[in-house]
């Protein structure tokens, strides 16, 4: 039991002395694998190195983070789109930019493309092509219509990497060819080599945006040509030929160049055939029809500018026109939603603003008027609203000058006096001067007398009644002398009718005298049964004394024997009335 | 007019790029060395009434990361072999790469270029080593990028030497 015990604390001994460091070293590696923080730590000291490490071998790594990396972008856009979006951008966007550039640069080519084709001879020639091959429309005018310009061909020396000829079509700036063709070598060596090719295995084309760069390559040198545009299927064999020619019949100088390339300048001309070869394919004519399209675009153009000035300039008139216009005061003018806004103060006898628009030939239903009214001291809008407060007749004129009125014509007593009274109340008016006014009533009145005096009736021989069937001169005389009568009253005047007789020359003075006497009595007793008062009639017979007939004959003595009469009018002295 | 190809080779950052820099005439951009591994200038040079132009290949450095094309060297007619004259170590590389370019091309001359002579209180390297490699039939030359001291000597001399082979 002794024995055992010691022994066991011996071989415990030994073991500590043996295992002890590695067993310390055990316990602390457990220690640090079970620390979650230490092996993220560790972990990530070496986890890029392990990801390339892995990477280059194989793709198992890439195909492992894939759902990852997918699930992050979808929880990225599903989170916030803006900062995938933001975070893209400067590459979506050149690319965006380029790809809507070229569709319509492409929309422009294809129509003109589409004018020239189907309008042309040649547009039809290459349909009843494109029916006769089966092929489809669109194959044939590319094929037709490829566009591209051989713009630089390089002779390379293959071991060097140096020019040995060079040539450029014209107008086409070129870097130095030293250099790109020392460049392109070493590029072609490059992607040998990092892609692992074969060597004979040789780059036969780059392409950069619109430019390609095709390259043939023989034992000795390299010819590369620099194109612009697409270049046809058949320039590769070209380039292959013209390489071919070259080593046939320059094989002694391509083996012993030592840089000097003077050798080679005879093949520029073989050179030069690849780029001209090329060029007489290169027709570019822009289709009449673009043209004829394009003149009708400017022609509208130009019409509707014509149109949009000419209706400038006739609004500008007409603005213009409007506040010169009496009676109309513009304030604002206003534009909006295509209309047009006016407003202002307008006289009620101004112009008419609607009406004033048609004459400027300006569409009425774009122009919308607010108009307050106002009274305007434009002489002639207070003369034609004086004409209305008067109600002015015809037959007079006014004019207004200075604050007189000065009214010229003729008018009625009433209307005179009326004005005479209205004008005292219209602001502005001084003085009414009315001496041009011819009174009507004085006027008819003055006919009516001549008619009286150029009136008669007449008798027979010996007789001092009248003779019969002049009742009508009767009548008219009546009504004659009752309009004197009542004109007379209107304008405060007396009037008075003398009735005169005369008697032919036969018979004796007394006698005569007598009958004349006895005639313009009977007349003033006709008047008087008429009505009329006997103190407006005077009577009077002159006998044959007038008017004194020299010879007398049977018909004028029958126009002597006859009762006229005269009419005389004084002015009645009366109260109340001033003027006649 | 000669074209020649030459090639400047050595270690990282030993200044073959500021050397040619400012005496040559380039188009293209220095990204050229850290994507394709080379930029391509041109210097023309004047020897005995004789132009030559050259077609300087700036072969990106070696290190333990980058290993020089081989088939960059192809055709070069010469070389220069620049140093850092700060760093020993370079010289050794330059060395290396001697050997490597004579593998692939076979002889050709070159040139030995310790740049940095504007550091020279900092080189590493003594006169004597120097001495000695041009004991040996080296051509060296001693250059500064900085000011220029040097490299107009340097392409002459390979020039000649190239003219002469």
Redesign the interface.
């Known amino acids: 039991m002794n024995t055992k015990g010691h022994k066991s604390i011996a071989f415990g001994e030994l073991r500590r002395l043996l295992v002890g460091p590695e067993q310390t070293e055990i316990v602390q590696l457990k220690e640090r694998l079970a620390d979650p923080e230490l092996l993220v730590k560790d972990v990530s000291e070496v986890l890029p190195e392990a990801i390339i490490l892995r990477s280059s071998r194989d793709k198992k790594i890439a195909k492992a983070l894939e759902p990852t990396i997918e699930e992050a972008i979808r929880a990225s856009v599903k989170k916030d789109r803006r900062a995938l979006a933001d975070a893209l951008f400067p590459v979506m966007a050149p690319a965006i930019r380029k790809v809507i550039s070229s569709i319509i640069l492409k929309m422009i080519q294809s129509l003109n493309q589409a004018l020239e084709h189907s309008f042309s001879i040649q547009g039809l020639k290459w349909r009843l092509e494109a029916l006769r091959t089966g092929k489809p429309f669109g194959e044939i005018v590319l094929l037709h219509t490829l566009i591209y310009q051989v713009e630089q061909v390089f002779l390379i ?1 293959r ?5 040995l000829q060079h040539v450029t079509a014209r107008r086409v700036a070129a ?2 060819p ?2 790109v063709s ?2 392109l070598t ?2 072609q ?2 992607l ?2 990092s892609f692992g090719v074969e060597r004979g295995e040789p780059l036969e084309a780059l392409r950069i945006g619109d430019r390609s760069v095709l390259v043939e390559q023989g034992p000795q040198a390299t010819l590369a040509g620099v194109i612009r545009g697409t270049p046809p299927a058949d320039f590769q064999v070209i380039l292959r030929e013209t390489l071919d020619d070259i080593h046939l019949k320059q094989i002694g100088a391509l083996e012993s160049f ?5 050798p080679f300048e005879p093949i520029r001309s073989q050179l030069e055939d690849c780029l001209q070869s090329q060029h007489k394919q290169k027709k570019r004519k822009t289709s009449p029809l673009l043209f004829i399209l394009l003149g009708a675009v400017v022609f509208l153009m130009g019409i509707w500018l014509f149109d949009f000035i000419r209706d400038y300039q006739r609004w500008a008139h007409y603005v213009e026109r409007l506040r010169t216009e009496p009676g109309i005061v513009v304030t604002t003018i206003e534009k909006r939603s295509g209309k047009k806004y006016i407003s202002g103060l307008r006289d009620p006898l101004a112009s008419e603003p609607a009406k004033m628009l048609k004459e400027a030939s300006l569409e009425p239903e774009k122009v919308i008027f607010n108009w307050e009214p106002y009274q305007s001291l434009y002489p002639k809008f207070q003369l034609t609203r004086i004409k209305g407060l008067l109600r002015t007749p015809e037959t007079i004129r006014l004019k207004f000058q200075d604050g007189i009125l000065h009214a010229d014509g003729s008018a009625s007593y009433q209307w005179i006096v009326e004005a005479r009274r209205l004008v005292k109340s219209i602001p502005g008016i001084t003085h009414f001067d009315e001496e041009k006014i011819i009174h009507i009533e004085l006027r008819d009145m003055e006919i009516i007398r001549e008619r009286i005096e150029k009136q008669f009736l007449l008798f027979r021989t010996n007789e001092a009644e009248i003779a019969p069937g002049q009742q009508n001169t009767i009548q008219d005389l009546v009504a004659n002398t009752k309009r004197l009568c009542s004109l007379a009253q209107v304008l405060g005047k007396n009037a008075r009718i003398e009735i005169v007789g005369h008697t032919d020359n036969t018979g004796s003075e007394e006698t005569n005298m007598k009958l004349s006497r006895e005639r313009a009595h009977n007349v003033l007793s006709i008047l008087t049964s008429k009505g009329f008062k006997e103190e407006n009639f005077t009577t009077v017979g002159v006998g044959p004394k007038e008017p004194l007939l020299e010879e007398a004959t049977e018909i004028n003595r029958e126009s002597i024997r006859r009762v006229d009469f005269k009419v005389t009018l004084t002015d009645k002295p009366k109260e109340g009335v001033v003027r006649p | ?5 030459i090639c400047m080779l050595g270690a990282f950052a030993v200044g073959k790029t500021s050397l040619v820099k400012r005496f040559v ?4 951009s220095d990204k ?1 060395l850290s994507s ?3 930029k ?3 210097k023309k040079v004047i020897i005995e009434q004789q132009e ?2 050259l ?1 300087l ?1 700036d072969i990106h450095g070696e290190d333990e990361f980058q290993k020089v ?1 081989r ?2 060297l ?4 010469g070389y220069f072999l620049v140093v850092d004259g700060a760093r020993r170590a370079t010289l050794n590389t330059a060395f290396t790469l001697q050997k490597r370019t004579e593998e692939t091309i076979g002889k050709v001359p070159f040139v030995l270029i310790f740049n940095k002579w504007d550091l020279k209180d900092e080189w590493e390297i003594d006169d004597k080593t120097m001495d000695d490699l041009s004991k040996d039939g080296l051509m060296v030359v001693k250059t500064s990028a900085k000011s220029g001291q040097g490299v107009e000597e340097a392409f002459l001399t390979l020039t000649r030497e190239i003219l002469e082979a």
């Open positions: 020396h071991n060097t990497g140096l020019v870097q130095d030293d250099l020392s460049m070493a590029i060596d490059f040998q080599d030592d840089g000097d390339a003077t | 007019m000669i074209k020649k190809k005439k380039g188009i293209f050229y394709v591994g080379v391509i200038d041109k030559v132009d077609l290949w094309q088939s960059y192809r055709g070069s007619s």
